[in-house]
């Protein structure tokens, strides 16, 4: 039967676009499975702040009653309103969320997207980017023989073949990096982190979990000023940095959310996760019945061999100095040390890297980082093709 695409209604429909997901990865045992109530919220205006400054229409996938493929389309209005010279700006649209059983259904799913965002007055997009660029952005490439982190897609390797055969190219790449870290770091990352312990004037912290909403808002008001150079960079609203420190919360380990400072000023940060999808991966996404007091007892053993340093960031007057690098190895030798010593770690991943990021790549090269997992991002001109 023919494929037809046609915008969720009602939520009966918003439901099959949830669970389509499951139902399509469930043969793949590298894909964990999100708790459906996190998606649900990530797709609910009211309750993610993205909403706030974003307008996203819902399409599936039909081949006569049954959902075969589901895709965002989607405007982010802060988005638009960036240098076009840094990836986003005025005219650039995204779509997200992407799963399809087929390249039929592939292809009618991103065309009904590319028509949605030219009806929206959008000359290019990109995509995957499900939601907001700070949420999954980009395609997984390389890295489909393990599960991924905390935060991280995992994608069908046919993907790919099937965005490109609707006209879009890459545009740019993002790389996480493995770390072994049970046995500590090459000796010269060493000297450079005990050089800072002996400089009176650096001092690294950990967050103070009696100021937590003050601290966590410290730590991405320093993101948002020390990434908005970066390709693609978006600015958190207070808002959505309020919502982020909520959710982070129940998974914050002590030791592994760091402020530095440099002459008693807030210099830069790092955060490090423990793989919460190792707790997560067996429970299908669902709670209940038995699947609240399952995940509950795995947060409360805290033992991790895996853990995620997802973000860091200097603020800009330090930036591209040898003092940012030094800040940057203390940090992660910290997180490392708590988390080997305290949660067992033997992994590490640090990414996601931006593949112009000169200075995050050579420091995960120093600490003997080998890429393990690429994500893509495309892009299409909306003018040049139909």
Not at 355 to 383: S, T
């Amino acid at each position: 039967m023919p494929v037809t695409v046609r915008p969720v209604a009602g939520k009966r429909e918003r439901a099959a676009f949830i669970d389509l997901a499951y139902r399509l990865n469930a043969g793949d045992p590298n894909w964990v499975p999100p708790l459906r109530a996190e998606v649900r919220e990530l797709l609910t205006p009211g309750k993610n702040p993205f909403f706030e400054h974003a307008t996203v229409e819902l399409f599936l996938a039909w081949r006569g009653d049954e959902p075969v493929g589901r895709i965002t389309a989607h405007l982010d209005h802060l988005a638009l309103a960036q240098p076009a010279e840094q990836g986003m700006g005025p005219g650039v649209g995204f779509w997200g969320l992407f799963e399809a059983a087929d390249g039929e259904a592939a292809h009618a799913l991103i065309a009904a997207a590319g028509q949605w965002l030219r009806d929206q007055g959008m000359t290019r997009a990109l995509g995957p980017i499900s939601l907001s660029i700070w949420d999954e952005p980009g395609l997984l490439t390389k890295g489909f023989e393990e599960p991924p982190k905390i935060m991280m897609g995992h994608h069908n390797p046919a993907y790919r073949g099937w965005i490109e055969a609707a006209g879009y190219a890459p545009v740019k790449r993002l790389m996480s990096f493995e770390v072994l870290v049970a046995d500590g770091f090459p000796p010269v990352v060493g000297r450079i982190v005990a050089s800072g312990e002996r400089n009176p004037r650096i001092h690294v912290r950990t967050m103070d979990m009696s100021r937590f909403e003050a601290d966590a808002a410290l730590m991405l008001s320093i993101l948002n000023e020390a990434w908005s150079g970066n390709w693609g960079f978006v600015p958190l609203t207070p808002s959505e940095i309020a919502y982020a420190a909520r959710k982070l919360k129940p998974i914050i380990r002590d030791g592994l959310f760091l402020i530095a400072e440099y002459e008693g000023e807030p210099a830069a940060f790092m955060i490090g996760f423990p793989d919460i999808n190792e707790a997560i991966r067996d429970l299908n996404g669902r709670l209940f019945p038995l699947g609240w007091a399952k995940l509950l007892w795995r947060l409360r053993r805290d033992r991790w061999s895996g853990f995620r340093v997802p973000l860091m960031g200097v603020v800009s007057k330090h930036q591209n100095s040898r003092l940012a690098s030094q800040l940057a190895f203390m940090m992660i030798e910290n997180i490392r040390r708590r988390g080997v010593g305290d949660y067992g770690a033997k992994t590490a991943e640090v990414g996601w890297i931006l593949d112009d990021n000169v200075g995050m790549i050579a420091i995960a090269e120093a600490i003997e980082g080998r890429v393990n997992r690429e994500y893509v991002i495309f892009g299409k001109d909306l003018q040049a093709h139909p």
